[in-house]
């Protein structure tokens, strides 16, 4: 006979076609009924993860919170998860997956005296591959999803081995059958469809009961319903449950569980790329803490603040609100949050550097001081404006080194208009945790500084009315950015591609030269997609990197229903793909469909060479035989559900306004992962920069500079 263990549960979403004080509401509502029916009823079990909601509740209702742990005591309420919250399990970037796990752990262990071994992510759209990774190693064991489903992906069984193939590294996974809530009641037919693909020999299954999204958890007639059909279904029997007594009960048969491999997707291929702002955002915010938390020397009340700050990115990391499902109203605490996070993590950097400027001797030169606080070592080219006293910079001028020799640099356009600013261009590396210190040399007015030879070749074949096409050792790639039609709802329910028609193509002005090297080249290019959308491309080429070209884009974005891709193709046919992902890379195959990313992409076609694109700023891409194709931006109605028309007179179109993406393609030669990823993770992660006024001139210590 086989048993159905019956996992009552509340499924809660903190935001969603709610704000998340609503969120607060609800699980200070439910719990407070869930305590109340396990109290009239000792053989009931509760499922509730997340360490969010325990700290909602010990914060505002410390009754309701002891009530809660007594019944945990007595075996009748079980915390799984372990998490934070339930984040979206693609977009995230791995230091704030390990975050949300460490900050669960923390809570779980302090206040609830055990940290769950069961992972729990029933809702999530999708679970990237290295997830087995990151729970094995944090000591969790197992785990519970329902995304995608059975009809959106196909499993040797409901109950398997996952296993991250880089790693080995595995955990026992279930899948719910149908839903996580029974919001509609419980049928025999809904407990049936639990007991379907399970693997042979395994005699145990779990059903998830309870009334709905927000909140509500099981009834006293969902209790008496189970109890009165406890024998109802032929060979099986059906029991109060939970998680752990369910896992137990399988552990062994491990051998029996059929093994899986790679990503579990695809479900809600929308969610990847739609709110394209907060995406950014969110990124910058998780990727700057990352930094700011390795900064030497933080104060107590520093790493309190940066602790605060993680619990806001983690929090609103949570899948419909970083998946952009949720109401728009919901948004504006969204980014406010994400923005005091961010401008935690910059201060918190900005004031560790200042600590070590104070410190320094005395120099009869001004200095520019660079401070990398990791977390990897980082090279690339640095933008500096150093304050000249009104000044402008004089030819003979120099930029000295640790070792007093010149380096190479380029005198830039200052971000202000002014004249009298200056901006400096040079190349850096700088180690994770180190300081360096750079010298401004003014004593040899009009004499020009001996600088090394720099060469470098712009690899651009410019197109009257379109983008460049861009020549490298992979040959020629070519670029064409254009609208589609895209009349799916904001998750993109049923889709897996995007394939509507074309509406537009975007045109382009002829390029304008914008900077002549010796470093760096620069061009802009104006642009239009469409009757409303307007945008502005840069391209750049660098001293010594004939090979990578960066692109910065300025998309002022106005469309509805539509969804813009960035189409990249090569001289040969593509044959597969290699594609980042939250801490690791994924073989991707060129059939068109709609899949996740993580900074970069490699493409290796038929002939030549590879050729790849890193970019913080893109989140999701599909791919053919013939191009490489990344979905900048989605223009679709906002909390918007099929079978809902969503043609409101009041409905609210996303991602309107302007989005800047920056790019990095490589032209061939080689190239790994780490390097893409390093490529598109340095444009957030940068050094930062004070300059000292010590060994200013004279005229500036005595304040006789204008104004």
């Known amino acids: 006979m086989k048993t159905v263990h019956l996992i009552f549960n509340a499924h809660l979403d903190p935001v969603w076609l709610w704000g998340w004080q609503d969120g607060v509401d609800e699980a200070l509502s439910t719990c407070r009924s869930v305590c109340s029916l396990l109290e009239a009823n000792p053989d009931v079990v509760f499922t509730r993860g997340e360490s969010w909601v325990y700290e909602q509740i010990e914060r505002l209702d410390q009754v309701l919170f002891t009530r809660i742990r007594a019944l945990i005591k007595r075996g009748q309420w079980e915390p799984v998860g372990g998490w934070y919250i339930q984040p979206d399990c693609n977009l995230p970037s791995w230091r704030a997956f390990e975050k949300q796990i460490e900050l669960g752990r923390t ?7 055990a940290f769950p071994q069961i992972a729990y992510n029933v809702d999530s759209f999708g679970h990237a591959a290295t997830l087995p990774t990151l729970m094995s190693r944090a000591g969790q064991s197992h785990y519970i999803m329902m995304r995608p489903q059975e009809h959106e992906m196909t ?22 059958a149908g839903e996580y809530c029974t919001p509609e009641g419980i049928t025999k037919e809904f407990i049936e469809r639990s007991l379907t693909e399970l693997p042979d020999g395994v005699e145990h299954t779990m059903c998830f009961v309870g009334l709905g999204d927000h909140g509500g958890g099981p009834s006293q007639a969902m209790i008496e319903w189970c109890r009165e ?24 048969q491990r051998e029996l569980l059929p093994v899986v491999t790679g990503e579990l997707q695809y479900h809600a291929v929308g969610c990847y790329s739609v709110m394209h702002d907060l995406k950014t955002a969110q990124k910058r915010t998780e990727l700057r803490l990352e930094q700011a938390e390795q900064c030497a020397g933080l104060l107590p009340e520093e790493k309190a603040e940066v ?18 499902t949720c109401i728009p109203s919901a948004y504006r605490h969204v980014r406010n949050e994400i923005g005091a996070a961010e401008a935690t993590a910059e201060r918190t950097m900005a004031y560790a550097l200042r600590r070590e400027v104070v410190r320094l001797a005395p120099d009869p030169l001004q200095r520019l001081v660079i401070y990398h606080p990791g977390p990897r070592d980082w090279s690339g080219w640095m933008e500096v404006e150093p ?7 004089q030819s003979g001028w120099r930029v000295l080194d640790e070792t007093g020799e010149p380096m190479p640099f380029q005198e830039i356009a200052a971000e202000a208009m002014h004249q009298r600013q200056t901006r400096l261009l040079f190349f850096l590396e700088i180690a994770a945790g180190e300081i360096r210190c750079l010298r401004l040399d003014r004593s040899v007015e009009g004499i020009p500084a001996v600088l090394p030879s720099a060469q470098g070749a712009p690899a651009f074949a410019w197109r009257a009315g379109a983008l ?15 609208l589609r039609e895209d009349l799916t709802d904001t998750w993109s329910h049923g889709a897996d591609r995007y394939d509507g028609d074309i509406l537009a193509q975007a045109h382009w002005e002829d390029p304008v030269a914008l900077e002549t090297g010796p470093l760096r ?30 692109l910065i884009l300025r998309v002022h974005w106005h469309e509805q229903r539509a969804v813009a891709k960035l189409e990249i193709g090569g001289s040969s046919i ?20 709609e899949f996740p990313f993580a900074d970069w992409v490699c493409v290796v076609p038929t002939a030549g060479e590879p050729w790849g694109v890193a970019s913080p700023d893109v989140f999701a891409a599909d791919a053919r035989p013939e191009r490489l194709a990344l979905t900048l931006l989605r223009a679709s109605v906002m909390a918007h559900h099929e079978p809902n028309p969503g043609t409101s007179p009041r409905r609210e179109i996303s991602d309107q306004g302007e989005h800047l993406f920056c790019f990095r393609f490589v032209l061939g030669g080689m190239m790994s992962g780490d390097t893409l990823a390093s490529m598109a993770r340095d444009y957030v992660q940068r050094p930062l920069v004070a300059t000292t006024t010590d060994g200013m001139p004279r005229r500036y210590l005595r304040g006789e500079a204008g104004s």
């Not at 029991?239 to 137990?248: G, I, L, N, Y």
């Not at 304050?387 to 910079?393: A, M």
């Not at 620069?522 to 070209?549: C, H, I, K, M």
């Open 307 to 324: 602790d605060v700050a993680w619990r806001q990115a983690c929090f609103h990391a949570f899948h419909d609100t970083l998946g952009g």
């Open 107 to 113: 809570y779980f262990e302090q206040k609830l005296r």
């Open 387 to 393: 304050w000249l006293e009104w000044t402008p910079w």
């Open 155 to 176: 499993l040797p069984a409901r109950l398997f081995r996952w296993c991250d193939a880089a790693t080995d590294c595995e955990v026992t996974t279930f899948r719910i």
């Open 521 to 550: 080249w620069a061009w802009a290019q104006a642009g239009t997609l469409g009757e409303r959308s307007t945008l502005r491309a840069e391209w750049r080429s660098y001293a010594g990197e004939e090979s990578v070209v960066e």
């Open 229 to 252: 059909h406890a024998l109802a279904i032929p060979g099986a029997r059906l029991v109060f449950s939970s998680p752990s007594r369910f896992f137990a009960a399988v552990a062994g």
């Open 468 to 482: 460049p096409g861009l020549s490298g050792r992979a040959g020629e790639l070519t670029l064409n950015l254009l």
């Open 574 to 593: 593509l044959t597969a793909l290699q594609a980042g992902i939250p801490g690791g890379e994924l073989r991707r195959e060129p059939v068109g469909r």
